[in-house]
């Protein structure tokens, strides 16, 4: 009977946490700030028209152009100059800028209608063999010719559309950098997959492509890690019976030792940022889930605080390994807390409306991710970023089914996350303001995605 | 049937014409005096079918079928002619000439028909074997194993959301679920059981872990202060990664907030 009031009492603080959350976000439309500010004013205006290519190099232009417009697109760096806004001849190479047609001059780009600050052109052709991509960004705002280019190189790779994507994105990734982003081009997303009838953890690119199985335990394998430096994945299987972490070296994709406590369960959570350590929550010392610290092999298991409730998800601030986000039931449904990494300071981010669970550090340290059923029924996630100094918080989705584990991207602006709609999970991946959002996977049902930086 | 039926009126009225033929010669001879050839000698008389042509009474007597188990019946079915009273001993009693009855001996019986008739009495008898029923076979030699007894006879246990605290209806149940695991694992000392501790799908896939591990172990240590002992229940928590149903309601989100006692070799 008790208990029936509480869950009364939930159910009308969640019809006034609806009202306040309205209030709230009529406010948030005035304010319009961020959490994570993608300076959508001062983006420059890149133009990327559709390459050609040479010869056989042509039937493999389409991926080529499709994975170089949305590797920049969604990089989030640019505001993408738009194709119809474009003049009507493009340069192939510099000497194309010799006046005379539209398109062949820097302020045919530089003004309206396309408004055009830095443009990428270039060709394709088949060599050897291969693809060979010749491939230039110009600053077209500049006076002279002589001073515009800022990046000109020849990228090779097999004569196929995935060769294709390939030089497309090593030329995305060259862009990037000129503009001081990290991209996010060679970076890994792991994930848990049951389209082979069981979970298994899989690997593909940032953008979906290369999709590839990394366990094959046939039990029920999940909750992927990866360590900073990118060379080891730990994970939660049930191949031995009981939840137990098992860690694989993402060089060698061999099985590497890793001590279980012997404890009915051990799931893996997150590397410290140096990947010499691995945070786990265990029942290894309490009869309630409790989180530890081990070393890479399992061993030197250190307790990191202490309550009478289930604790999980410790995650590391990677900018100051002393702190740690965590989800605990402590005060009732599942909430975010902080602590020290000595388990004191222990502090609560989240509200105690709903449940919020699955943090994730920015690279910067000073944001999460998580999901949150703030103002919705149990079960009902969406995901929020927040600012830990402040509390401040922004929903990035909205009615767009069940979404979780947000994880964000090494460039720290992305984020990688699930969502469930209708009865299929699938890994999406978004800007931290909400926009860009993109499907990634279609096959089976696919959950719980890590991003790995590139390790080359 | 008839052909061989000789009527005793018939062979009274033969034997009247015999003896009025007879007297006719003898009042002739007296009449005239004239010698005359005397008339060649009667034949010789048939044989007078007189009393030695009652036949006996004959008897058709069966039984069907001759051997019953205790409890069924037997028919008994009778034709008699050449008789006048007919009888079936062994409380059947007076019976007609031709006729059938059921009969519900409860031991091996000899029925006996009398026939009585002018031609003397006849008797034929029948026997109805009766077998008592068998008795039940002995039971089945026992190949219900520990695990079938746990299977059957430890019931799952449900909890609310986001709860590990054991219900009133789920005392209830681990009570039974104690009483039975009790009497198993003292006859088998190589079976234990695995409490598995579940969640429905709306909590994070993480926090359930940790969720179904508390209810493993509040179900354990509740089976351990009834008496089960402790070694023999291992706890392992599937969080939400093992449904029993998939659909977003509440129904199915309780078949799904559950604990499941599965046997398992020590």
Known sequence: MKKLQILLACFRNMRLALVVAAAASSLFAQGERNIINIETGQRPALAVPDFRGSGEAQSHMAPFNGALFSSLQDSGQFTMVPKTAMPLHVPQQPSDFKGGEQGYSLPDWAGPPSNTNYLAFGYTATQNGQIVLYGWLFDVRQANLSSAQVLGKVYTSTLDDQGARTVAQQFAADILKNFGATGLVGTKIYFTSDRTGHKEIWSMDYDGGNQTQVTFYKSITTFPVVS???????????????????????????????????????????????????????????????????????????????????????????????????????????????????????????????????????????HIAFAWTRGFEPGNYNIFVMDVASHQFQQLTHAEGRCENPVWAPDGIHLVYSSKRGRSTQIWTMLADGTAKRQLTTQGNNEKPVWGKATN | MSKSRISPFRSGRASAWLFASALLVFTAACGKKTPVQPPPPPPPAAPAPAAETQERPSITFTAEPSSIEKGQSAML??????????????????????????????????????????????????????????????????????????????????????SNTIRDDAQATLTSNAQVLKRVFASDPNILVNVEGNCDERGSAEYNIALGDRRATAAKEFLVQLGVPAERLRTISYGKEKPVCTDAAESCYQQNRHDHFAPAAQ
């Not at chain 1, 369960?265 to 309490?286: C, E, K, R, V, W």
């Open chain 2, 77 to 162: 079915r009778w034709q008699v002619s050449n008789a006048t009273e007919f009888s079936i001993d062994n409380g059947v009693g007076p019976v007609g000439s031709t006729g059938q009855r059921q009969v519900y001996p409860s031991a091996t019986t000899t029925y006996t028909l009398s026939a009585t008739g002018p031609g003397g009495t006849e008797t034929k008898s029948v026997t109805v074997n009766v077998s008592s029923a068998p008795p039940p076979p002995p039971p089945a030699e026992s190949h219900e194993s520990s695990i079938d007894v746990i299977n059957r006879d430890v019931k799952d246990i449900y909890f609310d959301y986001d």
């Open chain 1, 228 to 366: 900073a430096d990118g060379t080891k994945l730990a994970f939660t299987t049930y191949a031995n019976g009981r939840p137990q972490i098992y860690m694989h070296s993402l060089i060698s994709g061999r099985k590497l030792p890793y001590y279980n406590q012997s404890a009915s369960m051990n799931a893996a959570s997150d590397f410290t940022p140096d990947s010499q350590h691995l945070l786990i929550y265990s029942t290894a010392g309490s009869s309630f889930s409790q989180i530890y610290m081990t070393n890479v092999d399992g061993g030197g298991l250190r307790r990191i605080g202490s309550s009478r409730s289930p604790e999980v998800e410790p995650k590391v601030n990677p900018k100051n390994s002393g702190i740690l986000v965590f989800v605990s039931g402590r005060s009732g449904f599942p909430q975010l807390y902080t602590m020290n990494a000595d388990g004191l300071d222990v502090a609560r981010l989240t509200s105690g409306q709903g449940e919020a669970v699955n943090p994730s550090w920015n690279p910067d340290g000073q």
